[in-house]
Every structure is written in C-alpha cells, then in structure tokens.
C-alpha cells in the first residue's frame, strides 16, 4: 500500500485515529509512506507500524520542518534485511529522496521503495529528472524478485515522468519500463487518488488526478509473461472514505495492490 500521510495537516489526531482503525482491515505486508512526520510530539510512522506489528525504516527528507522530521517510510510485516537511500534531483528548499528496503519473503527477497516527487503544477522538468534518478536507483538495487515501487509523483499518467516510466518514452536519454499495476488490471478507470470528493482537496480548483501509483517491475523480458513473476494480480485505491465525522485520513487515497512474485 502507498499513502501520502499529509504530515500533521488539517485534523491530524482525528485523521490519524481514522487510520490507524481502518489499516489492520486493509492488513497490507508492506506500506509505503510519504510526508510523515517523526517528531516528540506526534511520530505517524511509528504509530502505524505498532498497529501493523511492522518493521520501521525512516528516512529524512526534510529535517528543517518546522514540526518535526517529514520523511518517506516503509513499513514491513515482513523481515526487513537492508535499506539504502538517495537524494533525487531537487530545486533549492525543497528537496526529495527516495528510500529502498530489501524485504525478505518466502520466495526470496524483494526491493521495495518509495518516494515522493515535486509537487509544484509545473514543475514537470524537475519531476522527470527526479524519476530518472529514481528509476536508476531502483534497477540498482540487488533483488531476487520483481522489485516494487511507488509513492506520490504529483502527476497523472499522461505526464511524461508515468510514460516514461511505463516504456513509452525515453527521457534524458535513457528507456525503462515498470509496470503502472492500477492500470494494469484498470485500465479505463480513473483510479482518483487526489480527488475533490476529499474536503481537504476541495479547496483546490485543478482537477481530479491519479498522482499516487504502485509500479513492479520484472526481473528479465524472459519472466514477463502474464501469470509469472511480478504479475499484478489485483490493485485497488482504499482510504477513500471518511470516518462517521466525515474525517478523511489524509488528502490523498490510498493504493493498494497485490503482486505476485
């Protein structure tokens, strides 16, 4: 599952208690967090991980903030074995990284990360250098499995970071392919993640997008048959209601998806 937590925005208590209710029903092996805050005051990471009895990796992106460290996190049921981190591409005062944990699975381990592009409408040169380095970083990564990858991009699937991303354009020179997993098993759904529906989006008048995506890749051209391995067997988006307050747990929905490994 990726969520992007809105770090202590808005109602966070009732957004966070919302959360923590509705995780162990959604019961994901893996989250991938973006925008939490870890601080003596409120640690959202750390909350979440307790009610899923999951491993914590942490990674600060902005230590300056002035609540507390936001950063990007993982959160695993499963055995966490290492975890690397980079800096992406980022403008002066806002920057951007991208957190990688090996995870231990029956069938081997797998590369998971997350990350969380630049936001700004247009800033889509600064986002398609940030995908490159992401992209470089997470084909580097050693993994026995198809690794899987995601987090809020701040853009919609016709944006040149998601086509370059999915193979089907080059940027700076360099091709990849991933596979978009909502639009694998959806593909003429919209699949909102950033929705107006949401009373924290609806101040907002740019239009409703799919910006949070999952996306599994696979380990040669050999093993990409349909059935085999990094197959996306089903994607969902979740956390797309609110509590009986009408509180939404953060200004995004969430993804959810299963693959096969």
């Given at each position: 599952m990726t969520l992007n937590v809105w770090n202590t925005q808005g109602p966070v208590e009732a957004r966070?208690?919302?959360?923590?209710?509705?995780?162990p029903t959604i019961a994901p092996d893996v989250v991938l967090l973006q925008e939490v805050r870890r601080s003596?005051?409120?640690?959202?990471?750390?909350?979440?991980?307790?009610?899923?009895?999951?491993?914590?990796v942490f990674d600060v992106v902005d230590p300056e903030s002035a609540g507390g460290a936001v950063g990007n996190a993982i959160l695993s049921r499963l055995p966490v074995r290492a975890h690397e981190s980079a800096a992406l591409p980022s403008p002066p005062g806002d920057p951007r990284r991208i957190l990688c944990a090996s995870?231990?699975?029956?069938?081997?381990?797998?590369?998971?990360?997350?990350?969380?592009?630049?936001?700004?409408?247009?800033a889509?040169?600064?986002?398609?250098?940030?995908?490159?380095?992401a992209d470089r970083f997470m084909r580097d990564f050693p993994s026995d499995l198809p690794r899987v990858w995601g987090g809020d991009f701040n853009c919609a699937p016709d944006a040149e970071v998601v086509r370059f991303l999915t193979g089907r354009c080059s940027l700076e020179g360099q091709a990849t392919y991933w596979r978009d997993a909502f639009a694998r098993r959806h593909?003429?759904?919209?699949g909102w993640?950033?929705?107006?529906?949401?009373?924290?989006?609806?101040?907002?008048?740019?239009?409703?997008?799919?910006?949070?995506?999952?996306?599994?890749?696979?380990p040669h051209q050999a093993q990409g048959l349909e059935g085999g391995a990094g197959t996306v067997v089903d994607a969902r988006v979740t956390l797309d209601e609110p509590d009986e307050n009408g509180v939404f747990s953060s200004?995004?929905?969430?993804?959810?998806?299963?693959?096969q490994l």
């Amino acid at each position: 599952m990726t969520l992007n937590v809105w770090n202590t925005q808005g109602p966070v208590e009732a957004r966070m208690r919302h959360l923590v209710r509705k995780l162990p029903t959604i019961a994901p092996d893996v989250v991938l967090l973006q925008e939490v805050r870890r601080s003596d005051a409120i640690d959202q990471a750390a909350a979440l991980a307790a009610v899923m009895d999951a491993t914590l990796v942490f990674d600060v992106v902005d230590p300056e903030s002035a609540g507390g460290a936001v950063g990007n996190a993982i959160l695993s049921r499963l055995p966490v074995r290492a975890h690397e981190s980079a800096a992406l591409p980022s403008p002066p005062g806002d920057p951007r990284r991208i957190l990688c944990a090996s995870i231990e699975t029956p069938s081997g381990k797998v590369a998971i990360g997350t990350t969380h592009l630049s936001w700004e409408l247009d800033a889509a040169i600064k986002r398609e250098r940030q995908a490159v380095a992401a992209d470089r970083f997470m084909r580097d990564f050693p993994s026995d499995l198809p690794r899987v990858w995601g987090g809020d991009f701040n853009c919609a699937p016709d944006a040149e970071v998601v086509r370059f991303l999915t193979g089907r354009c080059s940027l700076e020179g360099q091709a990849t392919y991933w596979r978009d997993a909502f639009a694998r098993r959806h593909p003429h759904a919209d699949g909102w993640t950033w929705c107006r529906r949401n009373p924290f989006v609806g101040r907002h008048i740019e239009p409703d997008r799919r910006i949070d995506f999952i996306f599994a890749g696979i380990p040669h051209q050999a093993q990409g048959l349909e059935g085999g391995a990094g197959t996306v067997v089903d994607a969902r988006v979740t956390l797309d209601e609110p509590d009986e307050n009408g509180v939404f747990s953060s200004d995004h929905f969430a993804v959810v998806v299963d693959v096969q490994l």
